[in-house]
DNA sequence: AATTGTGAATCTCTTCACAGCA
DNA sequence: TGCTGTGAAGAGATTCACAATT
C-alpha cells in the first residue's frame, strides 16, 4: 500500500476523470465492474489498483465516489495549481497556452521562454515571452517546479539540463531526443512521432 | 521472432531515430553496449529486442547500420509515406499542420477537418479544410488508412466511429477520452493532461 | 578480445477465483 | 445477493550470465 506501482500510476488520471464526471453527475457510489467497463479495464484490476491507496470499498455496495476522488486528487497533485515553465513558443507552445488557460487546470503557465528574438516580448496568454537566457534566473526566482519542453530536439538535452539546474523538479518532454538529466527530476515523453509510428507499424502488422 | 511484444513495439522508434542518426554520421556497425548507452538501455535489452526481427549481429563486431536500419524502416512502416486525416484545426491541429510538412516525414497530412463553420474553407498546409459532414465520403474516397484526432473530447467518441466507418485503420487520439472502435482500429493515445498529471504524482512522491 | 544470442532466473503486472462482509 | 480485497496462478518483460562465434 505504501508504494504506488508505475503501471498504476499511469492510470490514477482516467481514475481521476472518471471520477470527476460521476461526481459532477451527483452519482455517490460506484462498483469496480462499472469502472472497469468504462474505462476499458478488468474489474480485478480496478480492485486491486483502487486497494493500493487504502480500502474504501463497500462489499455488497461499490465505492463511495466523492471520498475515491479526493484520494485520487491527493495523490496525483490534482488538488492543487502547480506552476509551469513553457519553453519554446512555435505552434506547439502556442496550442499549450491556449490549452492550459481553461479554467479548473491543475497547473498554469507561469512563464514563457524562447530563443528567437522575434518571438521574444510578444504576448503570450497574458505574459511576455522571454529570452531563454533569463531561464534559469526566473526559473529560480519565481520558484517554478514544473517545465514544459516545447523545443527543437538539438537543444533539448541543454535547456533540459538548464531547467534542472534551475531546480525544476519535471519537465514534460515533446522533443524526439532523450533527456539525460539528475535522477531528481523526472521527464515524462510525448514523443509524437514515435505515436504515428506505432500506427503504421500496426497497419503493416494486421495485413499480415 | 514471428511477435513483436508490445513493449519492444513501442520501442522500434527508439532504435529507428538512433540508427538514422547513426547512418547520416557514416558509422557503419554498432555494438548493443554502444546503443543501449545512448538510449538509456540495458546491452541484453537491446540484443533480445534485436533478436526479434532475425540475426544481424556478428559476433565481435556488433549489428551493421545499414542493414538493420532498414529492417526497422520496414517493421516500422517508415518507408513509406502514409497518408493521414486531421480531424480538428485548432491551435493543435495547426501545430500539426506545420510539423507534418518538414520533409522526411513517414507520413502527409491528406485531408483536414472540422466542424465549426468559421473553420472550414480556410487553408490548411495547401489544403482547404473541409465541413466534418465531408469526412466519411472523403476519406473513402481517398482510401486515407490513418487519421489524427484532435477534437473536443466530447464528440471524439463519436467521431472516431465515424472514422472507423469509413475505413480507417489507426487513429492518434489527443483527446482525453476512450474510443470504443471495432479492434480492426488501432489507437494510440496522447493524453498531454495525463502526462502532466504524472508530473505532479512524482512531485509528491519524492516529498515523502 | 569483443560481442552476439539465448536459457534460466527474476521481476512486474494482470487475471482468476473465492472467502468474507454489508 | 452483490461486491470487495487478496492469495495464488499466469503472462509478460527484463536482466543475468555464459557458450558460441568472428
Same mark, same amino acid.
Given at each position: 500500500m505504501r508504494t504506488i506501482p508505475k503501471a498504476v500510476a499511469n492510470r490514477l488520471s482516467l481514475y481521476r476523470r472518471l471520477l470527476e464526471r460521476l461526481h459532477a453527475d451527483g452519482v455517490r457510489t460506484i462498483s469496480s465492474r462499472a469502472i472497469s467497463d468504462s474505462l476499458g479495464l478488468k474489474d480485478a484490476q480496478v480492485r486491486r489498483d483502487l486497494a493500493h491507496f487504502g480500502s474504501f470499498g463497500q462489499p455488497g455496495l461499490g465505492y463511495r465516489v466523492a471520498e475515491l476522488l479526493g484520494k485520487v486528487r491527493t495523490i496525483l497533485g490534482t488538488d492543487r495549481t502547480w506552476p509551469v515553465a513553457l519553453v519554446g513558443y512555435g505552434n506547439l507552445g502556442r496550442a499549450l497556452v491556449a490549452y492550459a488557460k481553461?479554467?479548473? @487546470?491543475?497547473? @498554469?503557465?507561469a512563464a514563457v521562454f524562447d530563443a528567437d528574438p522575434a518571438k521574444v516580448g510578444r504576448q503570450a496568454g497574458g505574459l511576455v515571452v522571454r529570452d531563454a537566457s533569463e531561464l534559469v534566473r526566473q526559473v529560480r526566482r519565481q520558484k517554478i517546479p514544473l517545465a514544459i519542453l516545447a523545443v527543437p530536439a538539438e537543444v533539448a538535452p541543454k535547456v533540459a539540463w538548464r531547467l534542472a539546474r534551475a531546480g525544476v523538479r519535471g519537465i514534460l518532454n515533446f522533443a524526439p531526443a532523450r533527456l539525460d538529466v539528475p535522477k531528481r527530476v523526472f521527464v515524462s515523453d510525448i514523443d509524437f512521432t514515435a505515436s504515428m509510428e506505432q500506427l503504421s507499424f500496426h497497419l503493416r502488422r494486421r495485413r499480415a
Open positions: 481553461v479554467p479548473g @487546470r491543475s497547473f @498554469r503557465i
